[in-house]
C-alpha cells in the first residue's frame, strides 16, 4: 500500500513565524498534493505538483508556498503564519487521477 | 469548473436503519467521482469510486453509491448502519483531463443506539 507520511501530527506556531509542513510518499507517484480541512467548508486544495519542481496554485494558495525538490518530498510553507491559518492539513499522492491516498493529517495551531 | 454539493449537514440514523447521504456535482462532462470517509481523528478512507461503466459502484463497508446523469447525482447508500459507520462523509469529484480533486462540504453522520 502506498504510504503518505506527513512529518508532524501537531504542531503549535506562534504569530509570524515561519512553518514548514512535510509530506513524503513512498510509491513514486508523479502528483502531490496539500489541501486545508476546516468544518463546513470540507477539504480546500492549497498547491498541487505534477512533477519535480514543477507546483500550481489551488484554490487557496494566498499566504502559502510550496516546494518539491525530489519527487517524494512536498513540503507546505508558511511564509509568516498567522492565527486564521489555524486548521487541519492534509497532504495526498496520486499517480494520475485513478487513487490518492492522503496522510494523518497535521493539525496545526497558531497563537 | 468542476464541484460537488451535499446538501446535508448533518444526519443523524438509528443503528441498523437505512443510510443515504446525497452529493450532487456540476460538470460538462464525464466526471470521476468518489465517495470518501473520515472517522474521528483519522485519515481520509477512499469507500469507492466511479469513473464509467456500470452506475451501481459497489464499495468497501457495505456501501454503494448510484451514478445518475441525468440527476448529476451520486448518492451515497448502505442498507444498515453500524455504530461504527458515524463519520464525516465527503463526495470528491475529478476528471479525465485534471488531477485535483474538488470536495464537498462533507455530510456529518451521527448513529444513535
Known amino acids: 500500500d502506498v504510504k503518505v507520511t506527513q512529518s508532524s501530527r501537531y504542531l503549535v506556531k506562534r504569530t509570524g513565524e515561519k512553518v514548514f509542513l512535510e509530506c513524503v510518499q513512498d510509491?513514486?507517484?508523479?502528483?502531490m498534493f496539500w489541501y486545508r480541512q476546516d468544518p463546513g467548508l470540507g477539504l480546500r486544495l492549497i498547491y498541487f505538483s505534477y512533477d519535480v519542481k514543477m507546483k500550481e496554485k489551488g484554490d487557496i494558495p494566498e499566504g502559502y508556498s510550496v516546494s518539491r525538490e525530489k519527487k517524494e518530498r512536498f513540503s507546505l510553507i508558511l511564509e509568516s503564519a498567522s492565527t486564521n491559518q489555524t486548521s487541519m492539513y492534509l497532504c495526498?499522492?496520486?499517480?494520475?487521477?485513478?487513487?490518492?491516498?492522503f496522510g494523518s493529517g497535521t493539525r496545526l495551531t497558531v497563537v | 469548473a468542476q464541484s460537488v454539493t451535499q446538501p446535508d449537514i448533518h444526519i443523524t440514523v438509528s443503528e441498523g436503519a437505512s443510510l443515504e447521504l446525497r452529493c450532487n456535482y456540476s460538470y460538462g462532462a464525464t466526471p470521476y467521482l468518489f465517495w470518501y470517509v473520515q472517522s474521528p481523528g483519522q485519515g481520509l478512507q477512499l469507500l469507492l469510486k466511479?469513473?464509467?461503466?456500470?452506475?451501481l459502484v459497489q464499495g468497501i463497508k457495505g456501501f454503494e453509491a448510484e451514478f445518475k446523469r441525468s440527476q448529476s447525482s451520486f448518492n451515497l447508500r448502505k442498507p444498515s448502519v453500524h455504530w461504527s459507520d458515524a463519520a464525516e462523509y465527503y463526495c470528491v469529484i475529478t476528471s479525465n483531463d485534471d488531477y485535483k480533486l474538488s470536495f464537498g462540504a462533507g455530510t456529518t453522520v451521527t448513529v444513535r443506539a
Open positions: 466511479y469513473f464509467s461503466g456500470d452506475t
Open positions: 510509491m513514486d507517484h508523479e502528483n
Open positions: 495526498a499522492s496520486s499517480q494520475y487521477n485513478y487513487g490518492y491516498t
